[in-house]
C-alpha cells in the first residue's frame, strides 16, 4: 500500500513553507558525511553489492575516514582548491570516496561514464583543461592511448593496482606507510563558499559535442527537493538509484540529497552483460525501501512477473531521464501496489518540476513545479502561453532557485541560448492543464509539423506502448512530397512477436484509436534496437537524420 510520507504533507503548504538555508560557506564533504559521522558513528551510509552477491557495508564515519586518507593523497599529488579532476569510474565504492575527498579539497570534479571510448575522453580532458584522472586499471589503456594529447594532464591515478606512469592508490595507502585518515587540513583561506565551482558535468549531446555544465558547493543542497520531497527519502531509508556514476542521474540520486538526508544507499555495482529483472530480487532480498529507474529500466521490468516478488518493504517509486508512458505506470501499479511518480529536470538542474507523494499522481504528467521552483510555458516571444497551450519551460532566475546550473563554462552562445531575460530555458516544451500539472511535449527539435498540425512524440510514443507486441518505440518526422512530414514510428517488439506487415497495419490501428487521428503513424520500421545516449534517453536526432538522409537519396524536399 502507498503512503504518504511527513516530507510534504500537502502541496500548497509546502510551496509556502519550504525553503533551502544556503549558508556563505558550505562543503558537502565537511558539513554532511563528517557531521554525520560525528553525529551516530555507526549510522549506515551504503551498502555495495556486484552481481556475483559480494557484499561491503560502510558507514558514515567510513567515508569520513576513507575520503580523508584519498584528500591527503590528492594533496601530495598536488591537487589544491580550484584544481579540476576528472573521475571514471564504475559503481565501486572508490568512486563516492574520491569525490567526497576532492569536493572536500575544493577541487573541481567531474564524472564521466565508463562506457566513453578514447575519443571522448580526449575531448573532455583537454575541453575541460583536467589536471588530474582518477580511474581503474578496466579503463586506463583509453586513457593512455590518448594521454600524450592532453598538455594539462599532469597525474593519472589509478584506484585499484600498479602500472607503469600511474600514480596508485593501494600503493600510497600501503607503502612505504599507511596514510592518516586524520582530518584534512583546512585553513580559512581555502574554505569553500557556497558559490565556488564544485562539479562539472558533460551533457549527453543529442547533437554537437557535449557543453560543459558547471555546478556549485550549493548544488548539492538543492538536491534536498530531489531526495527528500520527491523520493520521500527519510533517515532510516535504504534508497536504490539505478545509474552509471558518469551521469548527472547519480547525483539525483545516488550521493546528495539522499546523504544530506541521511538515508542509506544502496549500490549495485553492474558490469557486463545486465538484465533488467535481476533487480526484482535485489529489491526483495536487500527490503529496498526506495527506488528509483529510467523509463528503459521500468519497461523491462514490466515484463515479468511482478507479484512473484515480496516487495512489501518497498513503498515509494520514482523516474525520470525521460517520460514514462501511462501504459508502463499501469502495469507497475497492477504488479506492484505502487504508483510510479515523475520527476523533470537535467543535468543542469536539480528536481525542478516532480509529481509529489501528497499530490494526485496523473500518469503520463511531469507533476508540478517543485518548491522553490518558478516555471513559466512561454511562446517563442517569451509570453506566457494559455493554459493547454504548448508552450518553451522557462525557470525564473528571479529568484535563482538553489542547484541550477551556473553557467555553460567556455560557451557564450549556450549561454546567451539559455539564459534570456530574466529566465533559463530547459529546450523542452510542455503545456499546463486547469489543475496545474504540467505534461511534457518534447525536446524542441522532436516537435513535428505534419499537414499543418504540430505532433509531440512522446504521446504516440505512450500509445503505441499500449499495444501487447510493442516493448519501445521512438517517433520522429519523416519527409513527405504532399504533408510535409508524416509521423513514423520505429519499434522493437516484445519477445514473442515477429515483424510483419500485418502486424504494423494491426499497430497502426491502435494508435489511430488510441490518439488524435492525425497522429497516429502513417509508417512503421521494425527495429531490434533504439539509438540511445549514454545516459539512456533515445537520440531521436540520429533516426530523424537518418530520414532526411533517405529522403535526399530518393529525391525529395
Excluded at 577541487?107 to 575541453?127: E, G, H, Q
Excluded at 548544488?219 to 534536498?224: A, E, F, I, R
Aim: with cysteine.
Amino acid at each position: 500500500m502507498e503512503q504518504t510520507g511527513p516530507n510534504m504533507h500537502s502541496y500548497e503548504e509546502c510551496i509556502r513553507d519550504f525553503s533551502i538555508d544556503v549558508p556563505e560557506f558550505f562543503n558537502f564533504g565537511f558539513d554532511v558525511i563528517d557531521r554525520w559521522a560525528t553525529t551516530d558513528r555507526n549510522k549506515l551510509a551504503m551498502i555495495w553489492v556486484d552481481q556475483k552477491g559480494n557484499e561491503r557495508k560502510y558507514s558514515f564515519r567510513d567515508i569520513k575516514n576513507l575520503s580523508n586518507q584519498a584528500a591527503n593523497i590528492l594533496l601530495k599529488y598536488g591537487i589544491m582548491k580550484g584544481d579540476r579532476v576528472m573521475l571514471l569510474l564504475p559503481r565501486v565504492p572508490e568512486w563516492w570516496i574520491f569525490a567526497v575527498a576532492l569536493i572536500k579539497l575544493g577541487a573541481v570534479y567531474c564524472p564521466c561514464p565508463t562506457m566513453l571510448t578514447s575519443k571522448d575522453i580526449l575531448y573532455r580532458i583537454n575541453a575541460g583543461h583536467f589536471k588530474m584522472i582518477v580511474s581503474n586499471l578496466d579503463n586506463s589503456s583509453k586513457i593512455d592511448e590518448i594521454a600524450d594529447q592532453c598538455p594539462t594532464l599532469a597525474t593519472k591515478f589509478l584506484t585499484d593496482g600498479e602500472l607503469d606512469g600511474w600514480a596508485s592508490f593501494p600503493y600510497e595507502l600501503l607503502y612505504p606507510a599507511p596514510v592518516s585518515h586524520a582530518s584534512v587540513s583546512m585553513p580559512s583561506s581555502r574554505r569553500t563558499r557556497s558559490t565556488d565551482p564544485m562539479l562539472i558535468y558533460f551533457t549527453s549531446g543529442t547533437t554537437g559535442e557535449p557543453k560543459m555544465v558547471l555546478h556549485n558547493n550549493a548544488h548539492p543542497l538543492g538536491h534536498k527537493v530531489t531526495a527528500e520531497l520527491w523520493q520521500d527519502l527519510r533517515p532510516n531509508d535504504l534508497h536504490l538509484t539505478l545509474s552509471d556514476t558518469g551521469w548527472a542521474k547519480c547525483g539525483w540520486g545516488k550521493i546528495f540529497g539522499q546523504w544530506i538526508a541521511g538515508a542509506c544507499l544502496f549500490v549495485y555495482d553492474i558490469k557486463g552483460k545486465f538484465n533488467a529483472t535481476e533487480i526484482l530480487p535485489v529489491l526483495e532480498k536487500y527490503e529496498i525501501t526506495t527506488f528509483c529507474a529510467p523509463p528503459t529500466i521500468y519497461r523491462m521490468l514490466i515484463l515479468a512477473d511482478l507479484k512473484k516478488f515480496d516487495l512489501r518493504e518497498l513503498r515509494h517509486c520514482v523516474s525520470a531521464g525521460e517520460p514514462l508512458n501511462p501504459e508502463v505506470i499501469r502495469v507497475w501499479r497492477e504488479g506492484t501496489g505502487l504508483s510510479i511518480y515523475e520527476g523533470y529536470g537535467q543535468t543542469e538542474t536539480v528536481c525542478a518540476v516532480a509529481s509529489f507523494p501528497c499530490m494526485e499522481c496523473r500518469p503520463g504528467s511531469m507533476g508540478k513545479p517543485s518548491p522553490g521552483w518558478v516555471v513559466e510555458l512561454h511562446d517563442e516571444e517569451g509570453h506566457m502561453v494559455g493554459q493547454g497551450e504548448e508552450g518553451r519551460i522557462a525557470i525564473r532566475l528571479d529568484p535563482k532557485p538553489v542547484g541550477l546550473i551556473v553557467e555553460y563554462i567556455d560557451n557564450p552562445e549556450a549561454n546567451s541560448e539559455s539564459f534570456k531575460d530574466g529566465y533559463y530555458y530547459t529546450g523542452d516544451k510542455a503545456y499546463q492543464d486547469s489543475d496545474g500539472y504540467l505534461w511534457f511535449v518534447g525536446r524542441d527539435d522532436d516537435v513535428i509539423k505534419s499537414s499543418g498540425y504540430r505532433i509531440g512524440p512522446f504521446e504516440v510514443e505512450s500509445a503505441l506502448l499500449e499495444h501487447p507486441a510493442v516493448q519501445e518505440s521512438a517517433v520522429v518526422g519523416s519527409p513527405d512530397t504532399i504533408r510535409g512530414l508524416v509521423v513514423k514510428a520505429f519499434i522493437v517488439l516484445k519477445p514473442g512477436f515477429e515483424p510483419s506487415e500485418s502486424l504494423a497495419k494491426e499497430i497502426k490501428a491502435h494508435a489511430r484509436r488510441t490518439t488524435a487521428p492525425y497522429k497516429y503513424p502513417r509508417v512503421i520500421e521494425f527495429v531490434t534496437e533504439l539509438p540511445k545516449t549514454i545516459s539512456g534517453k533515445i537520440k531521436r536526432n540520429v533516426l530523424r537524420e537518418q530520414e532526411m538522409k533517405k529522403a535526399s537519396q530518393n529525391g525529395e524536399k
